[in-house]
C-alpha cells in the first residue's frame, strides 16, 4: 500500500466567513491522494475545484477541518514553515503559466531557488538541465513575451520541477494551450508520474486531459460526488467513462 502524501478531513471552506456574504463552497471533504497518484478534478464552472485544490495545497487555508501533507497538519504551521515546505515538497502549475514578463526564461525558471538562496552554479545546472529535458534551452534569455504559449507553459513546467517537488498541482494546466501542446504537456506530466513516481492532482475540465490520470474526482455543489478509478481499463475505455459522467451531471443541472 502506498503512502498517503495529501489528505483532508472534514475540510469545510465558507468565504466571507462570519459576514452576512459567508458562502459555504466546499461542505465536508474527505480524500487521500497516495504517493504516485495522478489525480484529475472535474466538475462544473463554479463546482469548487479550485477551491479545493487551493485548500489541500497551502495556496488557501480552510475554514474547519484539517488537511495533512506528507503527515503534517497544515494549519499547525507558520507562515514561515509553510513557505519553505511548500518549496520543498510542492510544484505548482496553472492556467495562465504565472511568468513574470520582466524577467527572462532563465530567471523565471530559477526563481525558487533564487529565492532559496541556491548556489549560483547549481542554479544553473539545475536550470540547463531541465530546460534541456523540455526542449527550451535556446531560449533561456529570451523573455516570456518573445516565446509561444507551449514554451511558457513548458518553462512553468520547469520552474515547477525546479525543486523536485515529490507533488505537483496543477489548476487547468492545459487550459491556453492548442490540442498539440496540450497532449505533449500531458505526456510529460504522465512521464513524471510514472517513471519518476511524482504525484499529480489536476483540475480539468477537459475528459481527454482526464483521461491521462488513474483517478477522476467529481465535484459538485461543494461536495465529492463521483471517484473513477481507471484501473485496467484502456485509456479509451476510461475516456468514455469519464465522458458519461460528465454528460450525466450536465444533464442534471439542464433538469434543475
Ligand atoms: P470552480 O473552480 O469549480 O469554477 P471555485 O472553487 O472557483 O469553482 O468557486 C466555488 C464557489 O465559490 C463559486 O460559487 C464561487 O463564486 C465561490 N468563490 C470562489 N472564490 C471566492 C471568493 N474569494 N470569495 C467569495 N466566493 C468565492
Known amino acids: 500500500m502506498s503512502e498517503t502524501v495529501l489528505e483532508a478531513k472534514h475540510m469545510k471552506k465558507v468565504y466571507n466567513y462570519n459576514t452576512p456574504n459567508a458562502f459555504e463552497a466546499l461542505h465536508d471533504i474527505n480524500f487521500q491522494v497516495f504517493e504516485g497518484d495522478f489525480v484529475a478534478i472535474m466538475g462544473p464552472s463554479g463546482s469548487g475545484k479550485s477551491t479545493f485544490i487551493n485548500n489541500i495545497s497551502t495556496i488557501d487555508l480552510p475554514t474547519s477541518g484539517h488537511v495533512y501533507i506528507n503527515g503534517r497538519e497544515v494549519r499547525s504551521m507558520s507562515s514561515n514553515e509553510i513557505g519553505r515546505f511548500r518549496y520543498q515538497n510542492l510544484g505548482f502549475i496553472f492556467q495562465d503559466f504565472n511568468l513574470l514578463d520582466t524577467h527572462t526564461m532563465f530567471e523565471n525558471i530559477a526563481m525558487p ?144
Open 113 to 256: 531557488l533564487s529565492l532559496a538562496h541556491v548556489d549560483k552554479d547549481e542554479i544553473h545546472k539545475r536550470v540547463d538541465d531541465l530546460a534541456k529535458q523540455m526542449d527550451i534551452l535556446h531560449l533561456l534569455k529570451k523573455f516570456p513575451n518573445e516565446c509561444s504559449g507551449g514554451q511558457r507553459q513548458r518553462a512553468a513546467i520547469c520552474r515547477a520541477l525546479i525543486n523536485n517537488p515529490r507533488i505537483i498541482v496543477a489548476d487547468e494546466p492545459t487550459g491556453n494551450l492548442d490540442s498539440t501542446n496540450s497532449s505533449e504537456l500531458m505526456k510529460i506530466l504522465q512521464r513524471l508520474n510514472s517513471e519518476d513516481g511524482v504525484t499529480i492532482v489536476m483540475v480539468t475540465h477537459d475528459p481527454l486531459i482526464t483521461s491521462y490520470s488513474s483517478r477522476l474526482i467529481y465535484i459538485s455543489d461543494g461536495n465529492i460526488e463521483t471517484v473513477l478509478e481507471k484501473g485496467d481499463m484502456t485509456q479509451d475505455e476510461y475516456f468514455q467513462k469519464i465522458v458519461e459522467i460528465n454528460s450525466a451531471e450536465s444533464r442534471e443541472i439542464l433538469a434543475k
